[in-house]
């Protein structure tokens, strides 16, 4: 099964951050324009993937953002449930450069009347064992959550 399909088509595409290489922890008004322009490519990447007829319950997925100062990167997390048919549901937690558009980690999992264990991925594709794969997501995101297991 090609995970990359469920994955949704707001990942495509580039965008060019201007200036983030030049931001610095210590400089408090170029940290507010980092968090402000990460927070900018969250809203596009949301409005791109609820836009796509293919996202038919677009309502569930919710976005995040967090900028890294050390890394210089934005990170956008797209995360929740959505109906699949067939009384199953589908949740997935993603994390996206929102620079360049494109899934860093991704997993997903069927739940419902045929559940299954975790299915999860990095940036090439290649498999990653669920609890790296949750190491990674938290990372990125500088957070401590529970799924996937």
Same mark, same amino acid.
């Given at each position: 099964? =090609?995970?990359?399909?469920?994955?949704?088509?707001?990942?495509?595409?580039?965008?060019?951050?201007?200036?983030?290489?030049?931001?610095?922890?210590?400089?408090?008004?170029?940290?507010?324009?980092?968090?402000?322009?990460?927070?900018?490519?969250?809203?596009?990447?949301?409005?791109?993937?609820?836009?796509?007829?293919?996202?038919?319950?677009?309502?569930?997925?919710?976005?995040?953002?967090?900028?890294?100062?050390?890394?210089?990167?934005?990170?956008?997390?797209?995360?929740?449930?959505?109906?699949? @048919?067939? =009384?199953?549901?589908?949740?997935?937690?993603?994390?996206?450069?929102?620079?360049?558009?494109?899934?860093?980690?991704?997993?997903?999992?069927?739940? @419902?009347?045929?559940?299954?264990?975790?299915?999860?991925?990095?940036?090439?594709?290649?498999?990653?064992?669920?609890?790296?794969?949750?190491?990674?997501?938290?990372?990125?995101?500088?957070?401590?959550?529970?799924?996937?297991?």
């Amino acid at each position: 099964m =090609n995970r990359s399909a469920f994955w949704p088509t707001a990942m495509l595409g580039a965008i060019a951050l201007t200036g983030c290489q030049s931001a610095r922890e210590d400089n408090p008004q170029q940290l507010f324009e980092m968090r402000s322009k990460c927070a900018a490519f969250a809203t596009q990447i949301e409005k791109d993937y609820r836009a796509d007829p293919k996202n038919k319950s677009a309502d569930t997925i919710a976005f995040t953002n967090h900028y890294d100062p050390n890394s210089h990167r934005c990170y956008v997390e797209q995360s929740g449930v959505f109906d699949a @048919g067939g =009384n199953n549901l589908v949740q997935i937690r993603n994390v996206i450069d929102g620079q360049e558009k494109r899934t860093l980690v991704g997993c997903i999992r069927i739940i @419902g009347s045929k559940p299954q264990n975790p299915s999860c991925s990095d940036e090439n594709d290649n498999n990653l064992d669920p609890t790296e794969a949750k190491r990674r997501l938290n990372r990125l995101m500088s957070e401590q959550r529970n799924w996937p297991e």
